[in-house]
């Protein structure tokens, strides 16, 4: 493998600088040759649940260790066809706010000899950019927690790359997705509170462009107006610490007084919601006002906080997302199929919670 | 490209299936034929800072959209001969506590045209499975947020795979590395600690096999060693938040009493700390006992705590960084270079803070 090796064909001539190696790398007919047997032999020894007897396992392994032979991607991949690299596209505040998805994520795919490659990208009308860059990679496929258009779903197919919504699906399209049912987690936590005697409800709103935010916000709306309670008064959020204590102002300021209950569109912003209605308004929570997050995030649990919040099953939900990603990577067909979690209620101490109503 | 394609070598053989694509790709010659102009320029055109004209560049542009070719990273590294991946190296805990540092490390690469792939492990012990996994993948160089043992450094080496050592060194020996002088912060906190009268002092130290915390406890130790006051009460924590607590009720079970500052060896740690010292013992911080904190993260701001603690200058340790190993990746030497940052102390609210004695 030099730099002057003519392009056999423009393709292979491309990939075979894939790997930077400044020798000659011991190869699989190395380890067959030394070990007196044949290659496909030694690709089995390499290859989970493949069948081979222990006289060879034995012989081929203590060639590989006699050669330095690393089983390396590229050589799985001669059989699997696959680089074992998915790519992760995501919004970089969510690796912040949510880091224990991306490290469950990580871990559940690398159990599964595959590794993460991370497109995180600032902002989601920088989508575009991020996907252009996807392109480039030999990736097998992608998790995309992101709010993908048509056409750039229809970018993913027409190129072959098995992609598994986490957490977003596409409107009138089928998909594969992975998601907590954030709609039905809203309405639970608002039957709760309307059956603790909640009447007046506050709700400081994720961001216009996210479409848990919107799923939230429709199920706290559509519960209370089944259960012929007032509209919310609903501020915008931006997902942050510092929103959170702006909503609790603002609610505030178009309400003159507190409402019975403030439903906030996630852990972090419930948290500035908290220590604004504490430090501003010397507001007892939950005595005078019940504080609710969602997502159930480690700071919640803090002892300063004691978050009542919708937990969601972060662990099963990347389980789900890995078998899902590499069943469709591995088969090739795609039955488009959404696997729906359940947020579980954490009930904490920052509101007062009666049966379901 | 197709299974059936006899191998020319086993290293084309391999390399050939890391792409997965079920039809021919549009290639550069494709572009240069229908551009008119050599593959040669087509290469120059998608090459950062190559020289080629105005017009031949606004020809390639032309016939490369109306063929939808993308200039992938095969095709780069045909010029440049790399993946364009870098690898991450790091512990699971690392991206739950200090997402911002893999936000920022990404982003930086990203600017660059480099993409991350995470090589996350649960467990130090469990490194030496993890680098085996790195070899397996073409990346053109790796950082690493893990504490390399000589051999393990030395592979790097023998694989030609550049590193450079994120918050991390090696002992007795020369590597690339971008560090925070853990030593220097904690001498200086110490100094203005004593600087405001504080005599008696405890320590929640980190996991033993940190080595940033081995350094954090030498600065701390030293620094009242100089200043002629009595050693710490180290208790030993795991830097999570129920360790920082735990750490609280243990220097009090030793001590009797609560000593004037209790110096955490992360904020983690310092905000279970801070909880504890106000839930169990209703301690008044600052007035009663001065606790602070290591790394400035997100949450230490919060109003709840605002924490006085060290802040650690992620940004601008990302930047070098990323600077650092791309250039070691493009010039192929190495003159090992430590860059090494000073923490920013961050005033906040939970320390009596005095000038620096």
Chains 1, 2 share one sequence.
Request: hydrophobic letters at 40%.
């Amino acid at each position: 493998m030099t730099s002057s090796l003519p392009p056999v064909s423009d393709t292979i001539g491309d990939i075979q600088s894939l790997i930077r190696r400044p020798t000659r790398r011991v190869t699989s007919y190395d380890v067959a040759s030394r070990a007196g047997v044949s290659q496909s032999a030694v690709s089995r020894c390499f290859k989970p649940g493949a069948s081979v007897s222990k006289e060879t396992y034995a012989r081929v392994m203590k060639a590989a260790q006699e050669l330095d032979y690393t089983p390396n991607a590229a050589a799985r991949s001669l059989i699997t066809r696959r680089s074992n690299l998915v790519g992760v596209v995501v919004n970089e505040l969510a690796i912040l706010h949510y880091p224990d998805i991306l490290t469950e994520l990580t871990r559940q795919f690398a159990e599964r000899g595959v590794r993460v490659v991370l497109f995180s990208f600032p902002r989601e009308n920088e989508l575009d950019r991020t996907l252009a860059e996807v392109w480039q990679h030999p990736i097998d496929g992608a998790v995309v927690a992101a709010r993908l258009s048509a056409v750039q779903a229809a970018e993913f197919d027409r190129r072959c790359v098995p992609f598994v919504l986490f957490n977003r699906h596409l409107r009138d399209q089928q998909a594969n997705a992975i998601v907590c049912d954030q709609y039905e987690a809203a309405r639970t936590m608002v039957s709760r509170l309307a059956g603790a005697g909640h009447k007046r409800f506050g709700l400081i709103d994720g961001p216009a462009d996210s479409s848990i935010a919107q799923e939230r916000r429709r199920g706290i709306t559509d519960r209370l107006r089944e259960l012929a309670l007032p509209a919310p008064v609903v501020v915008a959020g931006e997902y942050d610490y510092a929103s959170g204590g702006r909503g609790m102002r603002a609610i505030m300021d178009q309400s003159g007084t507190a409402p019975d209950a403030i439903i906030c569109g996630n852990d972090v912003m419930a948290i500035g919601c908290i220590d604004s209605a504490r430090h501003d308004f010397r507001l007892d929570i939950p005595g005078q006002l019940s504080i609710t997050g969602f997502d159930g995030i480690a700071s919640a649990g803090w002892l300063s906080y004691q978050l009542t919040t919708l937990r969601q099953p972060v662990q099963p939900m990347a389980v789900a997302t890995a078998d899902m990603l590499l069943g469709l990577i591995r088969s090739n067909t795609s039955y488009p199929e959404r696997r729906v979690f359940s947020a579980v209620v954490v009930e904490g101490g920052t509101a007062r919670l009666g049966p379901a109503v």
